[in-house]
């Protein structure tokens, strides 16, 4: 801090030393440095409070002084300095932002009950806002990671029900897919996968809910079902890194039944599409492997 001193002291009338404050207090804050960058946002609104950096320092120091609080394990002075936001901070975008950022450091820190009550004020706060279905969306994956799928579930539902217009729809619905996956409840998994690929068919989420629905069939070894879901899959999604597994898996599918001069056919396009992948190596092994076997039957027919 001494070099901020100096800082202070040779250009205490420049116009831009608030300026200048303000990106140091920035960088502390990136290097997490939070009680330093506090120390100099409450520096720029006391001793320049016309500045148009004295705004904006008000809620960064706000959220400095209350992560270096939750990180200094202060956790009464911290709670205290949490109920006081609302009085400190008028604009509803700024005080969201503090409690964003708060809720995200108690996630970090794995205080996960008090990660999920910060998101629950944020919603109280803003209820009908983009950042409240964030919180509430968060609230959802806090229980997910925990395995606590149930509670997941009903989060995620909420950002459904009560955000229609929200751009974390089709996050939200996939994570409940997710959530009956990892239940290991495959058909009700299905069946919300499903709903993110008719609902959002442009999204991320619908390409990674049609393999895993792919993935799904094969699994339970209904091969009908995984041979059409993986077709589909290479039809919409060709240049997807996860193309050669599913060219792969129409080729195991038809293993399964005995096919086995498909499966050699559907094998060899692994081959040819995908020259030099991991995929295209292990379709030549089971080529030969395949053929090995043909030979081996036809010797034993005779």
């Known amino acids: 801090m001494e070099v901020v001193d100096k800082l202070t002291a040779d250009f205490s009338e420049h116009p831009d030393l608030p300026r200048a404050l303000w990106f140091i207090a920035e960088k502390y804050k990136k290097l997490k440095e939070y009680e330093k960058a506090a120390g100099i946002y409450q520096q720029i609104v006391q001793r320049h409070p016309d500045s ?44 969201l932002s503090v409690l964003d950022d708060i809720a995200g450091k108690y996630h970090s820190l794995k205080k996960y009950d008090d990660a999920i009550e910060i998101y629950n004020t944020m919603i109280k706060v803003d209820p009908h806002s983009e950042l409240a279905a964030i919180a509430q969306q968060s609230i959802g994956w806090i229980y997910y990671s925990r395995k ?108 399964t039944n005995g096919k086995l001069e498909r499966a050699i056919e559907e094998y060899q396009k692994v081959v040819e599409m995908y020259p030099g992948s991991q995929a295209a190596d292990s379709a030549e092994k089971e080529i030969i492997r395949i053929r090995n076997i043909i030979q081996r039957k036809r010797y034993l027919s005779k």
């Open 52 to 95: 148009p950096y004295a705004g904006k320092p008000n809620v960064d120091f706000q959220r400095a002084h209350i992560l270096f609080l939750i990180e200094s394990e202060r956790n009464a002075e911290a709670q205290a300095a949490i109920d006081r936001l609302g009085a400190n901070l008028r604009d509803n975008t700024g005080l």
């Open 148 to 255: 606590m799928y149930d509670r997941a579930i009903q989060a995620y539902r909420k950002v459904l029900n009560d955000y229609p217009e929200s751009v974390q729809l089709a996050g939200s619905q996939y994570w409940i897919a997710q959530s009956y996956y990892r239940k290991r409840q495959y058909e009700r998994a299905i069946e919300e996968y499903q709903k993110v690929i008719s609902a959002y068919p442009e999204s991320r989420e619908a390409l990674h809910s049609r393999r895993t629905v792919a993935v799904i069939y094969r699994f339970l070894d209904m091969d009908e079902q995984a041979i059409s879901e993986n077709r589909q899959f290479l039809k919409d999604y060709p240049d997807s890194v996860w193309a050669p597994g599913a060219q792969s898996r129409v080729a195991e599918s038809y293993l």
